[in-house]
């Protein structure tokens, strides 16, 4: 079992930047692929950015070149730091995380996990 929980939401302006921590407990860290999966009121769930067990990471589209995830191993912690932040990145933001072999690479717009925090709300106004 593996516990996901998410911090660092809230509410910025347009070109405004955030930074979102989750802190991982349970089973070994190491043995998991990560990423960050967001959802807007009316919309479907949009998988954003991802890092694997080699900590090579992927981004959807929507967010290459402005979102950075990263992970802390020794803090047992996975960030997502949001620069340039619009108005269409406005979602309830969720932590995920899934068993994955050491040779897999997930896609940036996977939403299919196996474990899922809470999740923290990030707004962008114009």
């Known amino acids: 079992q593996v516990t996901l929980v998410e911090s660092g939401g809230g509410s910025v302006q347009a070109g405004g930047s955030l930074r979102l921590s989750c802190a991982v407990s349970g089973k070994p860290y190491s043995s998991y692929c990560m990423g960050w999966v967001r959802q807007a009121p009316g919309k479907e769930r949009e998988g954003v950015a991802v890092?694997?067990?080699?900590?090579?990471?992927s981004y959807a589209d929507s967010v290459k070149g402005r979102f950075t995830i990263s992970k802390d191993n020794a803090a047992n912690t996975m960030y997502l730091q949001m620069n340039s932040l619009k108005p269409e990145d406005t979602a309830m933001y969720y932590c995920v995380a899934s068993l994955c072999a050491f040779s897999y690479k997930p896609r940036p717009t996977m939403v299919q996990w196996e474990y899922w925090g809470q999740g923290t709300q990030v707004t962008v106004s114009s």
């Open positions: 890092v694997d067990r080699r900590d090579s990471t």
